[in-house]
């Protein structure tokens, strides 16, 4: 009999432990801060190589890319090892799920990655860390290396919309999959509320694990509110045990 598949969507909560804030949530650092909204807005970024010079330094001084999978990362991969069928959507952009040793094809990234950049015009895609070191090398403002063009990172800013077709791939999961945990995820915005949704309304069993009360709690099989270091390896390992539900 096929192993009932795991779908786990995480958000900013998964990656406090290895240090990087909620930028980006309904009460993240972004929000809270007009200016450095700005650095992260679509319109902006394009109109103002002012804003895009600064953009850089954040991103340079953010240590971002140094960050390093935490626990809970570690156990979702340990899960898919174990043979347990898992995908992971994320609203992260740090890539720690993939670092921690799940492959990168078992993982959406809903909001697009922070360690690549993209031109915006010929949308050739290569390493942040190569943009950055040209910013450290002395570029401002790094353009395209193949047409010119303005290069941002590979994240979806404020203003852009959603990749329809990782959308569609994830709702699909959410249909699918037969246990969908939140982790980590205020389920305030979309598309990470329309996925559990999509996921309850479809027979999931729906477990929510966050420190504050979300508005899927009261369709949830399980909430645990335990911190998500010792809470999802712990859970994980009872569904490995289970035979995944
Ligand atoms: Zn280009």
Redesign the pocket.
Known sequence: MAKPLVALLSGAGISTDSGIPDYRGPNGLWRRDPEAEKLVTYEYYMADAEIRRRSWLMRRDSGALGARPNAAHRAVAGLERSGVPVRVLTQNVDGLHQLAGLPARKVLELHGSARAVV?T??H?RGPMEDALARVAAGEPDPP?L????ILKPATVMFGERLDPVVLGEAAAIAKACQVFIAVGSSLQVQPAAGLAGVAADHGARLVVVNAEPTPYDDRADEVIREPIGTALPALLARLAAEGGA
């Not at 193949?146 to 063009?149: A, N, R, V």
């Open positions: 031109c015009r010929c050739v395209c193949e047409c010119g063009g």
